[in-house]
């Protein structure tokens, strides 16, 4: 395949940061009316950088439950192992970024300039180097590996 076939995209490993569906080293907001479904996690960013949401410590002090995620919340902040666990999540998150990072583009520069709500993305590397707007629904074409890079 050709760089510019969009068959060529392979997927990024993103090892345990995979057990995310938001992983982040500095914080996550939402609104009362929000629902995420998968793990969400910060560090080293405290649990008191997740905001706009209602959590209860589990029992065992290693996560947090919120009515507004469908899985669990971590912090650094939680009892072990969660410290080595997040730790070694946001490491596989920035190896993964460094490579889709480094990724040739095959869909173009500035889709839509920036304005992809609403889109259907074919599989393949968009690049942009303005902010990105996303206002509704992305479907993806075929079960996609999409690659989308913000410069």
Partial sequence: AS???ASAV????LGTA???AILT????????????????????AAGTYMTGFSFTADSS????????VTGFAFAPTDSAPTPTILTIAVSDMETAYTNASQRNNTQGYN???????????????YT?????????DIPFDGGAILDININ
């Fill in 10 to 13: 392979s997927t990024v490993d």
């Fill in 25 to 44: 080293k500095t914080g996550i907001s939402t609104v009362p009316s929000s629902s995420i479904t998968g793990n969400i996690g910060v560090s080293p």
């Fill in 61 to 68: 002090a290693e996560f947090s439950r919120s009515s507004q």
């Fill in 128 to 136: 942009f180097g303005t902010d990105i707007n996303i206002n509704s």
């Fill in 18 to 20: 995979a057990n995310y």
């Fill in 3 to 5: 760089v510019n076939d």
């Fill in 111 to 125: 889709l839509g300039d920036g304005n992809i709500g609403g889109m259907t993305l074919a599989p393949g590397v």
